[in-house]
């Protein structure tokens, strides 16, 4: 034992200094990780009774968000592309939350059609929508068109979801309160509407057309907000933070072998789905924002946005256009 003791203080003293390096690097990224995880929700609220519709959730923060709903008691529908996937994702959910009221239903965001086959099922089918969730994203793939020859970016995230919305409002206001929760994200610091060129026909970048859907994804919010004013329906959008998911899937087979290496230990420092669908949990449950609409938020805080997603006449614009788009107006 003595000898043991006296084994042990001799090491540490010889390695006194490799040692320290060692707790405080540990201590260190033990710390960074934590706060990379961001806020966490810490509502109780239970949604027996509710019903909530969120978009692409067969994988990553749409499937947590998803699962965290049917903890809650809601009814759940995972509105997805890909049926194979989003049932397998429906049963997972059922066993974990123990809650057998998950269903699926088809929507293809980048199909007007389709938006409106399934805004036409839920109309006719369901009593209620209290909660809609505008997850589903896609980020950074090629020059591809929509079925109605959108920009596939613009066509997904923006103005596939601006028709849903438009075509379950109804049903919302009736199941009042009730809440829009549209992900969008931090890239929209980075966007600029190209009101002259919105599918980006002439100068089609990945990165811009992203950046430019994830800016729609907050005005839309904002004037949505103000549209429905007194309805009871009350809008937010937000950004998840960095998340580990598929959706980087058109862009890393894109990186060379060094920016991969240099990717991975990036990858593994940031945010679980689980930790990613935190603000979106938030933003759909929180009874602190029962009264806030139109904001944007971050780590389960509210945010400033960049200037130009608080630009109204940006917003009013946006608006008519996708009116028009979609066949709306
Ligand atoms: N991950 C991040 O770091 C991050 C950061 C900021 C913002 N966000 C936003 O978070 C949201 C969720 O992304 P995620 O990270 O969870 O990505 P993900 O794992 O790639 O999931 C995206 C979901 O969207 C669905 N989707 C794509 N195109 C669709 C279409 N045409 N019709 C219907 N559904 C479609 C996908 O369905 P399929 O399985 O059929 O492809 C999938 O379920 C997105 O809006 C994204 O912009 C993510
Ligand atoms: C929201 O507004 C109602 C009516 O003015 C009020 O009773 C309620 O306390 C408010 N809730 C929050 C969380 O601010």
Same mark, same amino acid.
Request: charged share 25%; glycine share 6%.
């Given at each position: 034992?003595?000898?043991?003791?006296?084994?042990?203080?001799?090491?540490?003293?010889?390695?006194?200094?490799?040692?320290?390096?060692?707790?405080?690097?540990?201590?260190?990224?033990?710390?960074?990780?934590?706060?990379?995880?961001?806020?966490?929700?810490?509502?109780?609220?239970?949604?027996?009774?509710?019903?909530?519709?969120?978009?692409?959730?067969?994988?990553?923060?749409?499937?947590?968000?998803?699962?965290?709903?049917?903890?809650?008691?809601?009814?759940?529908?995972?509105?997805?592309?890909?049926?194979?996937?989003?049932?397998?994702?429906?049963?997972?959910?059922?066993?974990?939350?123990?809650?057998?009221?998950?269903?699926?239903?088809?929507?293809?965001?980048?199909?007007?059609?389709?938006?409106?086959?399934?805004?036409?099922?839920?109309?006719?089918?369901?009593?209620? %929508?209290?909660?809609? !969730?505008?997850?589903?994203? /896609? &980020? @950074?793939?090629? $020059?591809?068109?929509? +079925?109605?020859?959108?920009?596939?970016?613009?066509?997904?995230?923006?103005?596939?979801?601006?028709?849903?919305?438009?075509?379950?409002?109804?049903?919302?206001?009736?199941?009042?309160?009730?809440?829009?929760?549209?992900?969008?994200?931090?890239?929209?610091?980075?966007?600029?509407?190209?009101?002259?060129?919105?599918?980006?026909?002439?100068?089609?970048?990945?990165?811009?057309?992203?950046?430019?859907?994830?800016?729609?994804?907050?005005?839309?919010?904002?004037?949505?907000?103000?549209?429905?004013?007194?309805?009871?329906?009350?809008?937010?959008?937000?950004?998840?933070?960095?998340?580990?998911?598929?959706?980087?899937?058109?862009?890393?087979?894109?990186?060379? %072998?060094?920016?991969? !290496?240099?990717?991975?230990? /990036? &990858? @593994?420092?940031? $945010?679980?789905?689980? +930790?990613?669908?935190?603000?979106?949990?938030?933003?759909?449950?929180?009874?602190?924002?029962?009264?806030?609409?139109?904001?944007?938020?971050?780590?389960?805080?509210?945010?400033?946005?960049?200037?130009?997603?608080?630009?109204?006449?940006?917003?009013?614009?946006?608006?008519?256009?996708?009116?028009?788009?979609?066949?709306?107006?």
């Amino acid at each position: 034992m003595q000898n043991y003791a006296a084994a042990v203080q001799d090491f540490v003293e010889r390695h006194a200094t490799g040692l320290t390096v060692v707790f405080v690097t540990g201590a260190g990224v033990l710390a960074l990780r934590r706060w990379l995880a961001g806020g966490v929700c810490r509502s109780k609220v239970r949604l027996d009774g509710k019903t909530v519709l969120i978009t692409g959730a067969n994988t990553g923060i749409g499937k947590e968000t998803a699962l965290d709903m049917a903890k809650r008691g809601a009814r759940v529908i995972l509105a997805c592309r890909d049926m194979t996937r989003a049932r397998i994702a429906a049963d997972d959910i059922r066993q974990r939350s123990g809650n057998g009221n998950v269903l699926v239903k088809k929507l293809d965001l980048s199909s007007l059609q389709s938006v409106r086959d399934l805004a036409k099922d839920v109309q006719e089918n369901e009593e209620r %929508l209290d909660i809609l !969730i505008n997850n589903a994203g /896609i &980020m @950074m793939c090629p $020059k591809w068109k929509t +079925e109605d020859g959108f920009e596939m970016q613009l066509g997904v995230n923006h103005l596939g979801h601006f028709l849903l919305t438009n075509c379950l409002l109804d049903l919302m206001k009736k199941s009042a309160p009730s809440r829009v929760v549209i992900v969008s994200s931090l890239a929209h610091e980075r966007g600029k509407i190209h009101f002259e060129d919105l599918n980006l026909e002439k100068d089609y970048h990945r990165e811009k057309s992203y950046y430019q859907s994830k800016l729609a994804n907050v005005l839309f919010c904002r004037e949505l907000a103000a549209r429905v004013q007194g309805t009871g329906v009350t809008v937010y959008s937000l950004h998840p933070g960095v998340i580990r998911t598929e959706l980087v899937h058109h862009l890393f087979p894109t990186f060379a %072998l060094w920016q991969r !290496i240099i990717a991975m230990p /990036i &990858m @593994m420092m940031i $945010k679980s789905p689980r +930790e990613g669908a935190q603000t979106t949990i938030y933003c759909a449950v929180d009874e602190s924002l029962a009264n806030a609409s139109g904001l944007y938020y971050s780590d389960c805080a509210p945010k400033t946005p960049a200037p130009q997603a608080l630009d109204d006449a940006a917003a009013k614009k946006l608006w008519d256009i996708s009116m028009s788009m979609v066949g709306l107006a």
